[in-house]
T-cell receptor
Framework: SQQGEEDPQALSIQEGENATMNCSYK?????LQWYRQNSGRGLVHLIL?????REKHSGRLRVTLDTSKKSSSLLITASRAADTASYFC????????????FGKGTKLSVKP | DSGVTQTPKHLITATGQRVTLRCSPR?????VYWYQQSLDQGLQFLIQ???????AKGNILERFSAQQFPDLHSELNLSSLELGDSALYFC??????????????FGSGTQLSVL
């Protein structure tokens, strides 16, 4: 079963614009992570935010976490064509053994 | 390159057959995870092993089984294959389970096509 649900399912923007993707989840978590997947390739870890953190930055990425609303957002600033990919949120539930539950992803297309 | 190796990259087989997917984790990682990715179900967690022992089970069918060997590589066995088993199967690894804030390293996947 899916834990996270991303929104929107697809997003198309111009190079230089910002892209915002949202994720909602259902249970208590230890952390929330964002991964990127380039057309059917393996997933690559982008950023992890712990349940006691509210915001985290990494380069052009900004992640927020609201545990009261069970939601997170990923902001990619000044997007590039190379950012075109699918983005997934994944949650590590409290009591889990480290396995992550993934949402269905947001497909981002950045047009040059 | 994540350091996680999966073979084969592509597999084409017929319904009713049995296949084995192989995964070598990153050097030093003790935990291996298997995921199935399909268009309709998304990324589904199947099963997790740590140092040879099963640690967690997800949406894994009874026709599927896995194991982790003493050298830490893992195999996912899929039997009595059905058309609906066609999917991309990923292996991921991490240093140890239970640590609350670990990221996973994914292999490039095995694309299984059941005809």
């Amino acid at each position: 079963s899916q834990q996270g649900e991303e929104d929107p399912q697809a997003l198309s923007i111009q190079e230089g614009e910002n892209a915002t993707m949202n994720c909602s989840y259902k249970t208590s978590i230890n952390n929330l992570q964002w991964y990127r997947q380039n057309s059917g390739r393996g997933l690559v870890h982008l950023i992890l935010i712990r349940s006691n953190e509210r915001e985290k930055h990494s380069g052009r990425l900004r992640v927020t976490l609201d545990t009261s609303k069970k939601s997170s957002s990923l902001l990619i600033t000044a997007s590039r064509a190379a950012d075109t990919a699918s983005y997934f949120c994944a949650t590590a539930r409290v009591g889990s053994q480290g396995n992550l539950i993934f949402g269905k992803g947001t497909k981002l297309s950045v047009k040059p | 390159d994540s350091g996680v190796t999966q073979t084969p990259k592509h597999l084409i087989t017929a319904t009713g057959q049995r296949v084995t997917l192989r995964c070598s984790p990153r050097s030093g990682d003790l935990s291996v995870y298997w995921y199935q990715q399909s268009l309709d179900q998304g990324l589904q967690f199947l099963i997790q092993y740590y140092n040879g022992e099963e640690r967690a089970k997800g949406n894994i069918l009874e026709r599927f089984s896995a194991q982790q060997f003493p050298d830490l590589h893992s195999e996912l066995n899929l039997s009595s294959l059905e058309l609906g088993d066609s999917a991309l199967y990923f292996c991921a690894s991490s240093p140890s389970p239970g640590k609350r804030n670990e990221k996973l390293f994914f292999g490039s996947g095995t694309q299984l096509s059941v005809l």
